[in-house]
């Protein structure tokens, strides 16, 4: 297994004081040679160069079998007292959510950092179902909400907006983001929990894009009546 993974040549090296490149230097001006030249570590270093394709593939054919199982026919062909070989399961707690929870159809992963959602954008899309213990791949998520188009969106002021919706004018009602961490457990009504919408700049940029702002988002919508909707722009009626 490690042989697959860790199978491309090590990249780096040539630039220190080691190797072909330095000594074609050193002869052609001696005088510029330093006195002192570093072992392993700077900038002649060699660092490993992996491929962790095949570690990946592997994972996703093991899809239906008990993790347990899997795990001990990796670990089978390794050695625990080689740093190399020891790396491979390294990869495997990056590669696989093994700590899972349930909650409906939705996936979450607990870790030191607390609870977040498993959306499926994750390079090796494999966990460890907490019911079964059989490896099994993660759904994918639907697409986003998308956005009307402009014409479709009416500005009230910065706590609401109309917005027409599958056909139908609904009022949003906007409020700001809260500033302490209990943001992570808000929901927006059109776009779902704030924690699963990327990183904080991701976010940020789905605001923008829906509402016009950063520190906004939906916590109300109501479809409105034929008084509010003669309020409307003809253009957009």
Sequence with gaps: MYEVIIERPRTGG???????????????????APYAEPISRGRGSKHLNENLAPLRRFLLSRVGRPWDAVH?????????TSAVQKHVLDHLRDMVYTHVMKAGDRLYERGSWGVREIDGRRWAPVYVCPETGLLKKVPR???????????????IDSGAQYRKIGG???RITL???????????????????LRS??????????LREHYGRTDRYATEKRQIGKKELRRLPPEVG
Excluded: C, F, N
């Design 168 to 170: 139908q004018w609904y």
């Design 72 to 80: 001990a026919e990796i670990a089978a062909t390794l050695r625990v």
């Design 141 to 155: 998520r639907p697409a986003r909400y998308k956005p009307p188009v402009a014409r479709d969106v009416v500005p």
């Design 14 to 32: 040539g630039w220190g004081g080691k190797g072909r490149r330095a000594e074609m230097r050193r002869r052609a001006d001696p005088e510029t």
């Design 175 to 193: 409020a700001p983001i809260p500033a302490d961490p209990s943001w992570l457990e808000q929901h927006d009504v059109l776009l779902g929990p």
């Design 197 to 206: 919408l990327g990183t904080t700049w991701q976010m940020a940029s789905l």
